[in-house]
């Protein structure tokens, strides 16, 4: 069964202080990682598709990058309004059209 | 980019009623779309697949004839929330997706409170 965990639950920064939020997964056979953010009362918004182990895409102050086991959202000296929190979902072959989330990491950036 | 649209953003209806909830897909056919109900600080939990054309595929524990789904064209899918208790009040999101692995948009959600 496919399975995806995100981990910290919750992380705080303060702003400039850069971190790293991980994402683990369990498929047979990965067809697409994606990386979400969503603010609160709002859908996921689409950030990243990662495809293959040694894959990395880049946009603005956070880069994804993606192993055979697990997925990393580098957040580079972030700001307040970088504060939302961040699903990872992973789609397997043997999920069929199914796309599985984790719980996400919700990132708070004080000033 | 793709842009799916759901409507109502917000809704407050009376325990018994029936709500209809509409998820459109602006830029793109979508054959395929999902819905989710997310509790708070939780992650999205799939209720169903809807397909066009056909009925829809519901997960394990979603009750069909509680939560009806309806897809009859490529850019609407509609929810059709029936006989709402408090229990149903929650916060209901759909997706879309073009084909093969493309990731999904989502629409910005409906918050449904039930009184």
């Known amino acids: 069964e496919d399975q995806v965990t995100q981990s910290p639950e919750a992380l705080r920064l303060q702003e400039g202080e850069s971190s790293s939020l991980n994402c683990s997964y369990t498929v047979s056979g990965l067809r697409g990682l994606f990386w979400y953010r969503q603010d609160p009362g709002k859908g996921p918004e689409f950030l990243f598709t990662?495809?293959?182990a040694g894959e990395e895409k880049e946009k603005e102050r956070l880069k994804a990058t993606l192993t055979k086991k697990e997925s990393f959202l580098h957040i580079t000296a972030p700001k307040p309004e970088d504060s939302a929190t961040y699903l990872c979902?992973?789609?397997?072959?043997?999920?069929?059209?199914?796309?599985?989330f984790g719980s996400g990491t919700r990132l708070s950036i004080r000033p | 980019g793709a842009v799916v649209s759901q409507h109502p953003s917000w809704v407050i209806c009376k325990s018994g009623t029936s709500v209809k909830i509409e998820c459109r897909s602006l830029d793109f056919q979508a054959t395929t779309m999902f819905w989710y109900r997310q509790f708070p600080k939780q992650s999205l939990m799939l209720m169903a697949t809807?397909?066009?054309?056909?009925?829809?595929?519901?997960e394990q524990g979603v009750e069909k004839d509680k939560f009806l789904i309806n897809h009859a064209s490529l850019t609407l899918s509609t929810l059709t929330v029936t006989s709402a208790h408090p229990e149903d009040s929650s916060f209901y999101i759909c997706?879309?997706?073009?084909?093969?692995?493309?990731?999904?948009?989502f629409g910005n959600g409906t918050r449904l409170t039930v009184t």
């Open positions: 990662l495809y293959s």
């Open positions: 979902a992973v789609h397997g072959y043997s999920s069929a059209s199914k796309i599985i």
């Open positions: 809807s397909n066009e054309g056909s009925k829809a595929t519901y």
């Open positions: 997706s879309a997706g073009r084909q093969g692995n493309s990731p999904l948009h």
